[in-house]
């Protein structure tokens, strides 16, 4: 590996690139050099005025896929689709310890060239190699475009700040000066989505007036709004203290204690407050969102006991239904105001015996990043509806005084 002579500007050159955003691509081969694939983020077209449409490649020496490439002197670029992110973690080697071949992720059609082309990609070059140099360590591969694949829906997958992202729509503005106007007024949130309906409709009320322009809310799983914070999609995220890497800063907000959620007819209501090995041998239904679900496996483990799962679900609803239908009991931190499933049967509560680790949920945001403006305005909304004790409902919280 060629080192440059100033390795302070090839870190900042590394760092400024990784805001570039730019589709996830996993290029294939195959011939009598043998089927390969590897994820790329460098691609881009060369051009369209050439005897063929002609684009380009970047793929490091190191990789195996490499070597396949230059002698089949064939490639397919498939064009990741926002939902195939797993494609790409397979191709990047990130399952290699319980995946022995990388295609068994997806299904394959032989393109023209031999390449393998994935069944339902966003959109597929199928390509003959024309010219190859190498620039630092990394071949640079100039692909003749034979074939053309387009779904017909579907948005790209995009890779920035060294996270996943997706493609959204943005409207133009009339004038440059009303899009100066409107520069920094959206607020973008994320939020775990176990949590998010009970506490961002109020936090977004008490933002009333203050907030200008558009409002765009991330929900989804921890991963989800983790790698929205790290692309720079979302400004700020509301969520559980777990699994966050060094590029995620948190500011705790509260910290919930587990109960346990039982239908109001259980012969489990019958006790003020349950222990976990009272729990154990019965039938559970867990929430299944992870990082939820390793959570409320742990607070068992370390206990020395194990859950009896019989149920899963990701949906909290779903959650509550099925303990309302007396298929088990739950064990939850998110407390919604109502005791009633969506087919209106009743649900209790209980609080837990044993001294366990309570859950946090934290205000995280991109390291470095600085609230501002309508961000700024609400982190510190945030920050006073859990102060409040506006995130813990009445009835729950006299219900489990009283009991």
């Known amino acids: 590996m060629v080192e440059p002579s100033d390795s302070k500007l090839r870190r900042r050159f590394l760092s400024a690139m990784s805001r570039a955003a730019s589709t996830v691509n996993v290029v294939t081969t195959a011939g009598s050099a043998g ?48 939902d195939q992110s797993y494609i790409a973690d397979s191709f990047a080697g990130r399952f290699k310890d319980t995946v022995s071949d990388k295609f068994e992720c997806a299904e394959w059609i032989e393109e023209k060239s031999g390449s393998p082309r994935l069944l339902n990609p966003l959109v597929a070059f199928d390509c003959i190699v024309s010219g190859v140099s190498i620039v630092g360590t990394h071949h640079v591969i100039i692909g003749e475009v034979n074939g053309i694949y387009i779904s017909g829906t579907g948005s790209p997958l995009i890779y920035a700040r060294r996270a996943y992202g997706t493609a959204t729509r943005i409207d133009s503005v009339e004038s440059i000066s009303s899009g100066i106007a409107l520069e920094g007024r959206d607020l973008r949130i994320g ?22 322009g558009q409002v765009k809310l991330v929900e989804g799983d921890h991963r989800r709004v983790v790698e929205s914070l790290r692309s720079g999609e979302t400004d700020l995220g509301l969520l559980y203290d777990f699994d966050l890497d060094e590029g995620v800063e948190v500011e705790p907000l509260a910290e919930l204690d587990p109960y346990v959620l039982l239908a109001e007819d259980s012969k489990l209501a019958e006790f003020s407050v349950l222990k976990l090995e009272q729990l154990a041998p019965r039938a559970m239904v867990l929430l299944d969102a992870p990082p939820s679900s390793e959570y409320f496996r742990s607070l068992f483990l370390n206990a020395g006991l ?89 009835n729950f919280r006299n219900e489990t005084q009283e009991n």
């Open 191 to 212: 939020c775990f989505h176990t949590f998010g309906p009970f506490v961002l409709p109020g936090i977004l009320e008490r933002l009333g007036t203050r907030q200008s």
């Open 35 to 82: 089927r390969a694939g590897v994820t790329v983020s460098s691609m881009a077209p060369v051009s369209a005025d050439s005897r063929n449409p002609t684009l380009l490649v970047c793929v490091h020496e190191l990789s195996p896929a490499a070597n396949n490439i230059l002698e089949n002197k064939v490639f397919c670029v498939n064009v990741l689709r926002d």
């Open 306 to 394: 194990e859950p009896s799962v019989a149920y899963t679900s990701g949906s909290l609803e779903m959650v509550r239904g099925m303990v309302a239908r007396g298929l088990g009991y739950s064990l939850l931190t998110t407390r919604p105001a109502a005791n009633l499933a969506y087919d209106g049967n009743r649900l209790t509560t209980r609080p837990l015996f044993d001294r366990v680790r309570p859950s946090r949920v934290v205000l995280a945001r991109r390291k470095g990043a600085e609230d501002t403006g309508i961000v700024a305005a609400f982190a510190e909304l945030c920050r006073e509806f859990f102060d409040d004790g506006a995130a813990q409902p009445r």
